[in-house]
Nanobody, 116 residues
Framework: QVQLVESGGGLAQPGGSLRLSCAAS????????MGWYRQAPGKPRELVAS???????NYADSVKGRFTISRDNAKNAVYLQMNSLKPEDTAVYYC??????????WGQGTQVTVSS
């Protein structure tokens, strides 16, 4: 079973950048689809970006052109580079696999706050 730990969040100014990391351990990471999700206060959790084992990526319309998801299978890690941050990007960010998501398993996430 994959275990995931998110890090890299913090406070950024509008227009700034942050890079989130997700460290995976346990099951074979390289065969897992991976996704970054976020949940803002009072809003449902949403998928921000995803990456397949073959490195195909997909993004929510709200982050296209600003966020980049990547993975390093040798390091069992997934990253989310976030540029041109906006206040509406403020949320707790989580990484996850489809299997864990289906079973309602989530990590602690990492808080991203975009504010001047």
């Amino acid at each position: 079973q994959v275990q995931l730990v998110e890090s890299g969040g913090g406070l950024a100014q509008p227009g700034g950048s942050l890079r989130l990391s997700c460290a995976a351990s346990g099951s074979i990471f390289s065969i897992n689809h991976m996704g970054w999700y976020r949940q803002a206060p009072g809003k449902p959790r949403e998928l921000v970006a995803s990456i397949t084992p073959g490195f195909y990526t997909n993004y929510a319309d709200s982050v296209k052109g600003r966020f980049t998801i990547s993975r390093d299978n040798a390091k069992n890690a997934v990253y989310l580079q976030m540029n041109s941050l906006k206040p509406e990007d403020t949320a707790v960010y989580y990484c996850n696999t489809p299997d864990r998501r289906a079973r309602g398993i989530w990590g602690q996430g990492t808080q991203v706050t975009v504010s001047s």
